[in-house]
């Protein structure tokens, strides 16, 4: 393969050539800068920026990306996973959207019970995954449920990137020994790997070494303490002989520097290029590059191993277990709606009562405009860190084939609903029982129903900004721009009676007027009670205010409609916007 340099394009990879087969640990090395994870997200087919040319062929086959995620598997080098899963349950989710639908429940427990003393977490599957270095999961056994992750889809080829990275030798030995017991099984597995210990690097049994550009330099056999590496390299004049003891791994890439490169007047990538070994690869390649006799190419016919459905459900399930799993959010919601409630309730205590005078009618709207702000913007603010988090979760997964877009939405999307419907019945509950509002089932049940959805398309609305931006934080600053032209559009601070005629329009383009529209109307709209003006309450709601009973219904839909639409352009940002460039 290789990327092109046209005009001012960078040149990461030139002119590269191999192959890996079954049964056989390779690692892919080189100086910082060589382009290992480079070559390696482009093998995978994760680089979303840049231009490649060239060839790869899977059993002599071309590459197909939609065939080739379902067969292969990607250990990235930041473990990602969902916090608040157990070891179990993380593996049972990759397994039941990764496998095939003709293996049965049974069978699928049988594999994952399998992999799970393959990689050595038998003790460990109740735990949970936490969040790095804070909970949860060392640094090695957070490894060690990546490469479990994957092999639970039962790939034929794994491409891990530096697995042995940030671990003590200790640790970076339990995760060898799981790799080593993955390729023991006839799968094809690829590592990156940077400086490794004498032990580690000998666990290898094949090398793709690459110099600063790109370019290979060694693609061949490690063989018994390295010999063939070394005898390789000592034969080229110049090259200094490895002492007794030393790594091959260091002294490698300490005689095939780019300083050294200088001083000896040479490039090896031309003497490899020039050498037996590269003769013998390029006739491996070649003979391996055709299909063998009486083979066919791979072949799915659907790019997801399931439906659409079993994707949704799956996803519930997972943001379902995620959710009942986080009280820092869950609970802290509940007790801020109880105490939101209170506080409200005492300050405008027993005033829903009262329809004597305008001022009256304005303190019950005010309760109504300040519960709308202080629940709204902070369920709107609450949501985004969690969502920030299964995004990352969500990136590697759907790169995966696990899944796609919509069904990752509609988890996160319904998951919020029975929360926001018990938190919103405790707060009107309270808020009702105290302000003193008249007691009807059916105002009640208004009162319910514009708080419901008001505190959910808030939100969606936080979930969204996050989907349309790269992280949490700025999420929160563009979300906060908004909550000030709500505020100053919602018919409370300006009536839409007296806005000029060129800014109305966005009075009924701000989702919070609705709400305070249908509250507000629910409750006083045909009420008949005369003030202190002579008008009666729906008189002066519909002089002051411009808000009409009659209008109710559509107020109803119109409130619906924005939680459906908030909902709907997270799933389509989510969806066609990738932050996560590689």
Known sequence: MRAHAIEDRLMLLNGLSGCFRPGVLTALMGVSGAGKTTLLDVLVGRKT???????????????????????????????????????????????????????????????????????????????????????????????RLTIAVELVANPSIIFMDEPTSGLDARSAAIVMRTIRNTVDTGRTVVCTIHQPSIDIFESFDELFLMKTGGEEIYVGPLGNNSCHLVNYFEDIPGISKIKDGYNPATWMLEVTSSAQEDALGVDFNEIYKNSELYKRNKALIMELSQPSIGSSDLYFPTQ???????????????????????????????????????????????????????????????????????????YSGAVQPIVAIERLVFYRERAA????????????????????????????????????????????????????????????????????????????????????????????????????????????ACPVSWSLY???????????????????????????????????????????????????LFGFAIKILNFQKR
């Open 401 to 508: 084939g696990m899944y796609s877009a919509f069904p990752y939405a509609f988890g996160q999307v319904v998951v919020e609903q029975p929360y926001i419907l018990s938190q919103s019945l405790i707060y009107c509950i309270i808020v009702y029982s105290m302000i003193g509002f008249e007691w009807t089932t059916t105002k009640f049940l208004w009162y319910i129903f514009f708080t419901y959805f008001t505190l959910l398309y808030f939100t969606y609305y936080g979930m969204l900004a996050v989907s349309l931006t790269s992280n949490d934080t700025i999420a929160s600053i563009v979300s906060s721009a908004f909550y000030g032209i709500w505020n100053l559009f919602s018919g409370f601070v300006i009536p839409r009676t007296a806005m000029p005629i060129w800014w109305s329009w966005y009075y009924w």
């Open 518 to 568: 249908g509250l507000l109307v629910s409750q006083y709209g045909n009420d008949h009670t005369l003030l202190d003006t002579e008008q009666t309450v729906a008189e002066f709601l519909s002089s002051f205010f411009g808000f009409k009973h009659d209008f109710l219904g559509m107020v109803a839909v119109m409130v619906v409609l924005f939680a459906i639409l908030f909902a709907f």
């Open 304 to 378: 997801y191993s399931q439906s659409f459905l079993t994707q949704c459900i799956a996803c519930l399930w997972k943001q379902n277990l995620s959710y009942w799993r986080n009280p820092t959010y869950s609970a802290m919601r509940f007790f801020f709606t109880v105490m939101i409630a209170l506080m409200l309730g005492s300050i405008f205590w027993n005033l829903g009562g009262k329809k004597d005078t305008q001022q009256d009618l304005f303190n019950a709207m005010g309760s109504m405009y300040v519960a709308i702000l202080f629940l709204g913007v902070s």
């Open 49 to 143: 920026k840049g231009y490649v040319g060239g060839n790869i062929t899977i059993s002599g086959y071309p590459k197909k990306q939609d065939t080739f995620a379902r067969v292969s598997g990607y250990c990235e080098q930041n473990d990602i996973h969902s916090p608040n899963l157990t070891v179990h349950e993380s593996l049972i989710f990759s397994s039941w959207l990764r496998l095939l639908p003709e293996i049965d429940l049974k069978t699928r427990k049988m594999f994952i019970d399998e992999i799970m003393e393959l990689v050595e977490m038998r003790t460990l599957q109740d735990a949970l995954v936490g969040v790095p270095g804070l909970t949860g999961l060392s640094t090695e056994q957070r490894k």
